[in-house]
């Protein structure tokens, strides 16, 4: 959730004084969502500290964070867990003397305890939140081993919960202190300088070489000088040999002239989508995960949020294409389902950051039990593929905007080629109609692109009427079900109008009491000759009782003269219903949320990464 940026400099070594890196660094990682941010840096013996409630544009007129002085610097946004959004509760936080500050992103499970006894040894706490209570534990061991780093792996240790953390100190003004578990942190390397973060865009203006942290790893960084060890096993860690470099450009991670980083991301879907499509192709992984799927006496899915829906997609494909029956569930609800797995189980767990902590549990309580795991991810070398057996990547890039568009299409595509592969290699599948599906596949980019130049101007307008609206229905059938349900998730978190999705064949099962005048009922039609029939009785049920009708449906469908509006997508095959009806309802959403005067990057109460549960 939250952002961490910190950064330790030689003078006249970066490109920009380290103070406004660590302030446009904080910028970059707004899209995480926060309440509240705060700035810190060493300026000769003492510790200086600004921070509050509100938007980091706001504190800056108000504070100037980046006017802040110092060669070593960290910064933070908080999205807050304990303790209500306001300036006290904002990091960084510091210890007693005033020597000591941090900044934090996770949860200390065991914070009360811990700051139950600090309490007693005579330390004043100032705020409400779990994090205050570590530069009070590193001052304590400080005072007893005078030696800083291992104050702080002391203090560490007795941490129960997720963190990343990030300490500087007057006692050793020129250092970065780290420690990473669960929450993600990575490394940038410079030439004079050294960069802790808690996601690429933070420092991706300033180097392309990183270092992802894993969990338990604990350290320091300078100017010149990385330390890590890992904290588990006490020994000494080769970072050298984790050293990637980062293929985003700058421009990839900013708005590049549209207003939104979500309109901007819903038009790099063709690149995103084509550059899945040739990663997927040439994966060794899948190969990999497919004897795994072929092996298996079970096969699970599971997912958070949109990744989600792209789950509940691929069960259905599953079933209808490799014949494979795919259990799938929300990620937070594995407690229900990890006590009918074994050891000749695969689970599959899909995650935009591979850092959500719901699926990350999953996994773990999955592993436990033996079961085999596939992680689907866009971010290389994030937590979920690591701690998996397979890794396949999407190729998305950089998403910055909280709710996810290109990540969900890439998603389906990837999951998509799974099971064509598992279909065709259990049999069910000949080789040819194999082909012909992942020719399909293939066309994705330059169908996302006829879609939105056909779609934009009429989400554009409808959204007028829209933003007008309290309530709508997202509805389909059999495959487009779980398209239905993102293109209700999106209205709902951007928008904030109440969208419920559900299989249409419900309607007359209670929902559609409330249909009533006007009442917005958006249809995902797939290409799909029998379910185009048993839409028609469903559409004409909505609109006997007044309902507005939007479809989402192929070019050549034969429920044209039902719609009231019509947002006309190229007709293929049914396998690319979550790649061609996905962008119409980003579109339409994206521009009732502009219309209704909200910013779509930053929906209130939501973040990109759910690092807690």
């Known amino acids: 959730m939250c952002g961490i940026i910190g950064i330790a400099a030689l003078l006249g070594k ?21 309440d509240s941010a705060g700035i810190a840096s060493i300026s000769g013996d003492r510790i200086h500290v ?37 300036d006290i509760n904002a990091h960084p936080h510091t210890d007693c003397s005033g020597k000591i500050a941090v900044v934090h992103n996770g949860i200390i499970q065991n914070f009360r305890e811990l700051k139950q006894m600090l309490v007693s040894r005579g330390h004043i706490f100032k705020s409400e939140t779990d994090t205050e209570v570590v530069p ?116 990839d991670a900013t708005r590049s002239g549209f207003p939104h980083f979500m309109l901007k991301e819903i038009h790099e879907q063709p690149r995103a989508l084509k550059d899945t499509f040739y990663g997927i192709q040439s994966d060794a992984a899948v190969a990999k995960a497919v004897k795994l799927l072929l092996e298996a006496d079970k096969i699970y899915v599971t997912g958070a949020g949109t990744s989600y829906h792209a789950c509940f997609f691929y069960s259905l494909t599953s079933s209808i294409l490799a014949k494979r029956i795919v259990y799938h569930f929300i990620a937070s609800e594995y407690p229900v389902y990890t006590g009918t797995a074994g050891e000749n189980d695969v689970l599959i767990v899909v995650s935009q950051s591979g850092e959500t902590m719901d699926a990350l549990k999953a996994l773990r309580a999955f592993r436990e039990r033996g079961v085999k795991t596939i992680a689907v991810s866009n971010v290389v070398d994030s937590a979920i593929p690591r701690e998996s057996d397979i890794a396949i990547y999407t190729r998305a890039g950089p998403e910055i905007g909280v709710a996810a568009t290109k990540t969900f299409t890439t998603q389906t595509l990837v999951l998509s080629w799974l099971t064509i592969s598992h279909g065709e290699a259990y049999g069910v599948l000949l080789r040819s109609e194999a082909e012909e599906l992942r020719k399909w596949l293939s066309m994705s980019s330059e169908l996302v692109a006829r879609v939105i130049s056909w779609n934009e101007s009429l989400a554009r307008s409808l959204a007028e009427w829209l933003s007008r609206k309290g309530n709508a229905y997202y509805l389909s059938r059999g495959i487009g079900v779980p398209v239905a349900m993102e293109g209700a998730l999106k209205l709902k978190e951007i928008a904030y109008i109440h969208a419920e999705a559900y299989p249409a064949g419900e309607s ?51 429920l044209k003269d039902q719609l009231d509006y019509w947002f006309k997508v190229p007709s293929t095959h049914w396998i690319l219903t979550p790649i061609t009806h996905t962008p119409p309802q980003q579109l339409l959403a994206y521009h009732t949320a502009v219309r209704r005067g909200y910013d779509p990057d930053k929906p209130r109460n939501l973040a990109k990464t759910v690092t807690v549960e």
Request: net charge neutral.
């Open 136 to 251: 009070h534990l590193v001052e304590e061991f400080y005072k007893k081993f005078g030696n800083l780093y291992e104050a702080f792996k002391q203090a560490i240790k007795m941490l129960h919960g997720s963190y990343a953390l990030v300490l500087i100190s007057t006692y050793e003004p020129n250092k970065l202190f780290f420690a990473k578990k669960d929450s993600p942190l990575i490394i940038g390397l410079g030439e004079g300088f050294n960069i802790l973060a808690s996601d690429i865009p933070a420092l991706l203006e300033y180097t392309r070489r990183i270092v992802t942290v894993r969990d338990d790893w604990i350290g320091y960084v300078s100017p010149t000088e990385i330390h890590v060890e890992d904290l588990s096993t006490s020994n000494i860690v080769d970072w050298s040999r984790y050293i990637r470099i980062v293929e985003w450009s700058l421009e």
């Open 50 to 86: 600004l921070k509050g409630k509100g938007k980091i544009a706001d504190l800056e007129k108000k504070l100037c964070l980046s006017c802040i002085d110092g060669l070593t610097v960290i910064g933070h946004t908080r999205w807050a867990t304990h303790g209500a959004p306001n």
């Open 14 to 34: 970066t490109p920009q004084r380290p103070g406004l890196m660590v302030y446009k660094g904080l910028l970059r990682l707004e899209y995480r969502g926060y």
């Open 508 to 558: 007359k099962h209670g929902p559609i009491a409330l249909v009533e005048e006007e009442y917005p009922v958006v249809f995902t039609i797939p290409k799909h000759e029998e379910l185009e029939k048993t839409l028609l009785g469903n559409i004409q049920e909505m609109k006997a009782r007044g309902a507005v009708i939007i479809g989402v449906a192929p070019e050549d469908t034969i």
